[in-house]
């Protein structure tokens, strides 16, 4: 895929234009059943919206209800069309005590997430795979 110049200019690091990939498909198997998946919040406007979708696609598509499920990790509130549509796929248990789900206000999950509070019991003790809303103030 081919930067485009607004893009370009967009990029601090134009050695990142050299992974960029062509569809979210492209991404699914960064995504392994069991993985700690973290990503930013803010309902609306600041929380990733095509990646988480096209992993709830992915799952319909290949009947895979059930078979993909994720520990979720936000750092504010999300929007219905990805937290509900996982549970609803069973890709996260939201309150059911089978899958680690966090939303916690956005001033302290940062510090909670780098001081190892929600990965202490896996192995490595970090996230597998981060999906945010990149923001540059000008």
């Known amino acids: 895929m081919a930067a485009s110049a607004l893009l370009k200019s967009r990029v601090r690091r134009p050695s990142y234009l050299n992974k960029l990939v062509t569809s ?3 991404l699914i198997h960064l995504f392994p059943d069991g993985a700690y998946v973290g990503w930013s919040g803010f309902t609306g406007v600041g929380y990733p919206k095509k990646v988480p979708t096209a992993l709830a696609d992915y799952v319909e598509k ?3 209800e059930g078979k993909l ?4 990790f936000v750092g504010a509130s999300s929007g219905a069309e990805t937290e509900n549509r996982w549970a609803r796929l069973d890709m996260i248990g939201i309150n059911e005590g089978r899958i680690k789900f ?3 206000h956005l001033s302290m999950f940062p510090v909670d ?3 190892g509070f929600y ?3 896996k ?3 970090k996230l597998d795979v981060v999906i945010g809303e990149p923001v540059v103030e000008r």
């Open 62 to 64: 290949n009947n895979l």
């Open 123 to 125: 192995p490595e003790n």
């Open 102 to 104: 966090f939303d916690k």
């Open 113 to 115: 997430l780098m001081y």
């Open 69 to 72: 499920k994720y520990s979720l």
């Open 24 to 26: 979210t498909d492209d």
């Open 119 to 121: 990965t202490m019991n």
